[in-house]
């Protein structure tokens, strides 16, 4: 009778009669086994103590992360009052003749998108609208330096030309250095017409029953130290004027399909005689319908002439 046979029928008799030879072979396989054993019950509790120790530490990971994260977010909040703080608050002579409405939404607690009023030495205004490339607290911190630049140089020139030419050239490096650009729609008023600057951005006038779009020849602040071309329009009472960064025309639906300038600009002139600000909100409930998710900063501005003033 083998060992096998002897264990498998768990007998004490038969184990005292099992030849010495099978004893010590039985002995040395129980030792093999206890070692075995202790090994892995060594394996298991170093394993054990490794994982609580790895738990230990990642417990206290989450635990700065956290603190970090809420570091952050106070930092954020406190950008966005900031930025909020930046954005403009309409001039008194600007109300006495235009109706205005806008719609700004930066797509994180701060953003590129950034819309100005300017008052001029000639004692008439301006209204500028810009996209700085990229989002977030980079793109905010330019925005902010742009502002700077912009409120310098309004005391000094009283054209939409000079005032981009200067503002780009004064820029012009450190934008490079940094690796931004912004696109700029500068718009100062006349009596009886607008002259503007439009580097990227769109624009649209409704004048009686003629539609003008914005000459988009200017290139980007930020791109090229080139001369920018100035053009102007009639403004008169009744007239619309919007301005209006890529934010909402580029954003997609599911299908991948782009919301488009066309549907936006349709969109307007189909509702041009309501009040402006029914326009923007019409503007945005069929942006909101349409769109899968939000795909940049949005800034919208629609405005109608009231009146000579």
């Given at each position: 009778m083998t060992l096998e046979e002897v264990l498998a029928q768990n007998d004490a008799e038969l184990l005292a009669k099992l030849p010495s030879a099978e004893l010590a072979r039985l002995f040395w396989r129980y030792k093999g086994l206890q070692k075995s054993v202790e090994r892995d019950n060594s394996f298991w509790s170093s394993t054990n103590d490794n994982l609580k120790q790895a738990y230990e530490k990642l417990d206290e990971q989450e635990r700065e992360l956290a603190r970090t994260y809420a570091i952050i977010q106070d930092?954020?909040?406190?950008?966005?009052?900031?930025?909020?703080?930046?954005?403009?608050?309409?001039?008194?002579?600007?109300?006495?003749?235009?109706?205005?409405?806008?719609y700004h939404k930066q797509l994180t607690e701060v953003g590129g998108d950034y819309y100005d009023f300017f008052r001029l030495p000639n004692n008439r205004y301006a209204i500028g609208v810009f996209d700085i490339s990229g989002h977030g607290v980079s793109a905010a911190l330019i925005t902010a330096f742009l502002k700077a630049q912009f409120m310098q140089v309004m005391e000094h020139f009283d054209s939409p030309q000079g005032i981009v030419e200067w503002v780009n050239r004064t820029s012009f490096d450190f934008l490079r250095e940094v690796r931004k650009y912004a696109t700029v729609n500068l718009v100062s008023f006349e009596p009886d017409g607008f002259r503007y600057v439009s580097g990227g951005g769109y624009g649209m006038l409704l004048h009686n029953n003629e539609t003008h779009l914005f000459e988009k020849k200017n290139h980007f602040l930020g791109l090229r130290l080139k001369p920018y071309r100035e053009f102007s329009l009639p403004f008169s009472q009744g007239d619309l004027l919007v301005l209006y960064t890529d934010g909402m025309v580029e954003a997609q639906n599911a299908a991948g399909v782009d919301?488009?300038?066309?549907?936006?600009?349709?969109l307007i002139i189909e509702h041009r005689d309501a009040p402006v600000q029914e326009i923007v909100d019409r503007c945005v409930a069929d942006y909101e319908s349409f769109r899968h998710k939000d795909f940049d900063d949005i800034t919208l501005l629609v405005m109608r002439k009231k009146g000579n003033p």
């Open positions: 930092d954020l909040s406190v950008a966005q009052n900031v930025q909020r703080a930046l954005l403009p608050r309409m001039l008194g002579e600007m109300s006495e003749e235009l109706e205005l409405a806008v919301y488009s300038v066309r549907r936006l600009n349709n």
